[in-house]
């Protein structure tokens, strides 16, 4: 009867035919780490740039206004710079 591993004595191909499959977990894995470093890289801003790790800017904004720290003048000032820069209104009070 003829196993996967028998011996090169014998005609067959030895049991490094076993090392294969090894070759191609590695490849697999290989692909994989490739396709998350480049393809798979995660959220996209819609200029194409990584989304920065924690709360959005008109978020910190707007926490900063409820918690006092700048009055309603400056709050709109520095959400028009926003909104021109970044495009559309993502929350809190649309400057007039």
């Not at 396709?35 to 996209?44: E, I």
Request: proline share 7%; glycine share 14%; with cysteine.
């Amino acid at each position: 009867m003829n196993t996967l591993a028998y011996t090169a004595a014998d005609g067959g191909p030895g049991p490094w035919i076993l090392f294969f499959p090894l070759i191609w977990a590695a490849v697999v894995i290989g692909v994989i780490v490739l396709l998350r470093r480049t393809v798979w890289r995660g959220r996209t801003s819609c200029q194409g740039r990584a989304a920065p790790p924690g709360p959005s800017p008109t978020a910190l904004l707007g926490g900063r206004y409820a918690a006092g720290e700048i009055d309603e003048d400056e709050y709109r000032r520095r959400m028009a710079v926003l909104e021109k820069d970044f495009g559309t209104h993502t929350g809190g009070t649309r400057a007039k």
